[in-house]
C-alpha cells in the first residue's frame, strides 16, 4: 500500500514536468539549438589556400572575434542600424499615440458602433506584412495609383513617397497602418478591466471626460503602454518586410538598407554565413539589451510612483 501511494505520488508531482516535455523540445530544438549555431558559426571562417580549388583548399577555421570586429566596423551595418532609428523614431510614437487614441475613443460612453469600428481598426493587423507592403507600394506608384490620379486632376504636387526622405515616411506608414489594431486591442482590453466605481467616483467628484481619460485611464493602462512599447522597439529593430517588399519598386532601397537585410544579403546574397551570423548576433545582442534598459527603467520609474 505504501509503495503504492509513494507511486502515486510521484506521478502527481511528475506530471507538471511531463506537460513541459514537448513545449522544452520544441524549444531546444527551434529556438536554443539555432541560437547556438548562430554564435558558432559566428566564431568561425572559412581559410581559402591557393586558388581556392580542389578537396582541401576550402577549411573552416577557428576565427574568434574576426567576424564581431568586421561587423561593427562595417559602415553598411551602422548606416542600416541610423536608417532604422530614424524610422523607428517615426512609427513608436506615432503607432501607440493613435492606439491609445482609438482605445480611449471605443471605452467612450458615447461611441456608436464600437464592435464594428473595434474590428475595422484591428482588421489591417491580420493581413501578412508581405501584402499589405505590396498594397501600399502600388498606392505609392505614380503611374498606377489612384491617389495621384485624384492629384493631377485637381492641379496639386505629386510628391515621389518613394524616393529621398519621404521613403521614411512610406514604410512608417505601412507599420503604423498594420500594427496600430493590435496596441489598440491591448490598451482597449486594459480599459476595459477598470472597475466602473472609479469613473463614478470621478463623476461625482465633477470631473470632464477628458480630466477621466487624462488623470485616470491613461495612468491605469500604464502597464499596458509599457507592454506595446515594448513590442514596438523589437518589431522596430526587425524590420525587414517592408524595404524588402518595396525594394524592387524603387532604387532607394539597397539590399542593406535595415540591418536584417544585410544579414539575409550576406548570408544568401554572398555566400558568408560566418558574418551574416556575427551579424545577427550582434543584432539579437542589442534588442536584447535596449529592451532589458527600457524594462528596467519602466519597473524603476513603476516603483517610484507606487511609493509617492
Not at 30 to 49: D, E, T
Not at 85 to 100: D, F, N, R, T
Not at 202 to 223: E, S, W
Amino acid at each position: 500500500m505504501k509503495s503504492t501511494a509513494r507511486r502515486r505520488s510521484y506521478g502527481v508531482k511528475g506530471a507538471p514536468y511531463a506537460f513541459l516535455v514537448p513545449a522544452t523540445i520544441l524549444f531546444a530544438l527551434f529556438f536554443a539549438l539555432p541560437i547556438g549555431y548562430a554564435l558558432w558559426l559566428s566564431l568561425r571562417k572559412v581559410k581559402v589556400s591557393g586558388l581556392g580549388l580542389g578537396s582541401g583548399a576550402r577549411k573552416e577555421v577557428w576565427a574568434g572575434l574576426e567576424n564581431y570586429t568586421d561587423a561593427l566596423t562595417d559602415s553598411e551595418l551602422v548606416n542600416g542600424a541610423l536608417r532604422v532609428l530614424g524610422y523607428g523614431c517615426i512609427v513608436v510614437p506615432v503607432m501607440l499615440g493613435l492606439a491609445l487614441l482609438f482605445a480611449l475613443m471605443l471605452d467612450s460612453e458615447k461611441v456608436r458602433l464600437a464592435p464594428f469600428t473595434r474590428l475595422a481598426i484591428f482588421l489591417p493587423y491580420a493581413i501578412p506584412g508581405v501584402v499589405a507592403a505590396l498594397l501600399w507600394g502600388f498606392l505609392y506608384l505614380p503611374d498606377v495609383s489612384p491617389f495621384y490620379f485624384v492629384l493631377g486632376k485637381l492641379g496639386l504636387p505629386q510628391p515621389d513617397l518613394l524616393d529621398g526622405g519621404p521613403l521614411y515616411l512610406a514604410l512608417s506608414n505601412i507599420a503604423v497602418w498594420g500594427g496600430t489594431g493590435f496596441n489598440m486591442i491591448v490598451i482597449y482590453t486594459s480599459l476595459q478591466s477598470i472597475p466602473a466605481e472609479v469613473y463614478e467616483a470621478a463623476k461625482l467628484d465633477g470631473a470632464t471626460p477628458a480630466q477621466i481619460a487624462l488623470r485616470i485611464k491613461i495612468p491605469m493602462v500604464a502597464p499596458s503602454l509599457v507592454l506595446t512599447f515594448f513590442f514596438s522597439i523589437i518589431a522596430t529593430l526587425q524590420v525587414f518586410n517592408e524595404p524588402t517588399t518595396l525594394k524592387p519598386l524603387t532604387n532607394s532601397v539597397s539590399t542593406t538598407w535595415s540591418p536584417l537585410m544585410k544579414v539575409y544579403r550576406d548570408a544568401f546574397g554572398e555566400g558568408d554565413i560566418y558574418g551574416a551570423a556575427a551579424q545577427a548576433v550582434i543584432i539579437a545582442f542589442a534588442t536584447l539589451l535596449l529592451s532589458f534598459g527600457f524594462l528596467r527603467a519602466a519597473n524603476r520609474r513603476q516603483k517610484q510612483v507606487a511609493a509617492r
